[in-house]
């Protein structure tokens, strides 16, 4: 099984840190692997975020995503790991991902995780 690193993950100073606003990132490739079958779990991230000093860089965003193709957790762990993550790289006012994996056995899951309060 693959071991995820949040090292990967680049930022850069947040253009209007004196102003509150959303940044919204979807990733509708995203994969994993199911550690009960090994077979390839599909699914759309929706990243929504109001950043504080820094934001994260995408194509480092799009290489850490790809470290979870041969990573083997379920739904909740991979989205909570994922949260948990950018909030450490980032520490935003607030942040949001919504991981909607495709049908599996005719059962759609989404999970949904937050950091903070959003007003």
């Keep these: 099984m693959a071991e995820i690193s949040r090292t990967i993950l680049d930022t850069f100073e947040n253009p209007f840190p004196n102003r509150d606003y959303v940044i919204e990132t979807i990733c509708p490739e995203f994969t994993s692997m199911?550690?009960?079958t090994g077979q390839p779990d599909f699914g759309v991230l929706t990243l929504t975020y109001v950043p504080d000093k820094v934001c994260y860089e995408?194509?480092?965003l799009k290489l850490y995503l790809q470290q979870f193709r041969?990573?083997?957790a379920f739904y909740e762990s991979v989205t909570n790991q994922i949260l948990d993550d950018l909030v450490a790289v980032t520490q935003p006012r607030w942040m949001?991902?919504?991981a909607e994996f495709t049908p599996r056995g005719g059962i759609r899951t989404n999970v949904t995780v937050e950091f903070?309060?959003?007003d």
Excluded: F, Q, W, Y
Aim: aromatic share 0%; net charge positive; hydrophobic share 20%.
């Design 58 to 60: 995408l194509k480092s």
């Design 116 to 118: 903070g309060k959003r």
């Design 34 to 36: 199911c550690p009960k």
């Design 96 to 98: 949001k991902l919504v």
């Design 70 to 72: 041969n990573h083997g």
